[in-house]
């Protein structure tokens, strides 16, 4: 168990790729994500691109290949090749022949018997074999094709941006928006949900889907890596992580979290099959992002609130003309007589509430909420929201756009000569890098 974070300090420049060396994403490209930022990196290197999919899923539930017009679209999408080998992490949707998966399983569910609802955990355990079987078959036939994709002499990125992993049980929304959206008399104890045995599989599920891959990945391309090492090239893996970010907290960077994040104990096992395949010499590096609005996240109410202290950060780091024009384009998206500056104040006054500080404990993390932490966070989330003029262009998706830019550049340069298994980007770094990259 880690006992503080390790944050990248330095800014390094990529000292290993460029033309013809091979980029795989393992994982597809989906919507607005942190990926996109590091495959801007990897292109702007000149590299090849190979992608992978997750598949697509017919009308009996049945996972299948992509048709040639949904393959051209996301290579397409991608800019690069794909591997058409349904890679779907997880086993919500597997089962033995003629047998329920754990998505049906839950059909009986409903928002008022969720909590004292019970699963066959023998029924599960086998669903949670075959796919295990499943997705580890299916890796192996990727990594085949992939191997006649890498000429000799080549170095490759495996960049993993598999996660997530909530089954589609028809209760589960109207739960998930009381857990991470709730307030007052709407907000249910995040706990609840680890207790029951819903949460007991969507926590099992998070481990296949967001650390187990990586650990078949790094596994099932052994062969394919010691074929490119034997013929001097480099291998490096990276995976995203989460596990709370430094930000500027009382002029200081300070280590804080989102609170309830379900998903902290698989990424926590994440970074062990980093730290595994590091002690047998492979270089895989888990890098802990900073908070961004994505698709997946936007579940989260209040997780925008971590990105507003970059803006400060951005000052402090060196400032100029291009971080000031940032601050214009975020105080333009303000209704009149709003100041920007204040709407940071507000962020922290809230980091510094009494109600947040049972939260600054690293060692405890991911903590499950409370109620007076809930209408912290979402209060202050939905006050700043109102203070915007359009509630669909935010402060905070600048911020996120900026925020996956300097990301990408920071992971492909660190890749090339990474300081460990596990390493933070913090809010310290995202600035720099913002600033090297855009100061002229």
Known sequence: MMKHSIPLTTLH???LYGEGDVFVLFGELFGRGYVTGLLD???AAGMTIVGVTVGRRDDTGALRALTDEELAQAEDNLGGRIINVPLMAGFDMDAPEGGETPTAMLSGMTLDNWQDYKLDWDKVDRCREIGTARITQSITEAMAQLEG????GRNVMFAH??????PKAKAFLAIANRIYKGRGARHMPSQALLDSDLGKLILQNFDDVTAHSFGHLIELSTALRERIEGEGGQVRYSAYGYHGTRVLI?????WQTYTSYTQGFAKMNLEAHAQAAWDK???ATVFNCPEIRTNSSDVFAGIELSLLPLLEA????????????????????LKDGVELEAVVKTVGDYQTDPAMQPFYNFEAWPMANTAAQAEQTIGTSQDIVALHTDRKQLVSDVLSHHVVSATGQLIFGTVSDPEGPVLWLDHDMVARQLIADNAS
């Open 13 to 15: 420049e990529n000292s």
């Open 41 to 43: 990196a990897a292109k």
């Open 149 to 152: 994709m890498i000429p000799a």
């Open 161 to 166: 941006t598999m996660a997530g992993g909530i």
């Open 250 to 254: 009382d002029g200081e960077y300070r």
């Open 281 to 283: 010499g492979i270089k």
């Open 314 to 333: 951005l000052r402090k780091e060196g400032g100029g003309d291009w971080v000031e024009g940032i601050w214009d384009e975020c105080q333009g998206l």
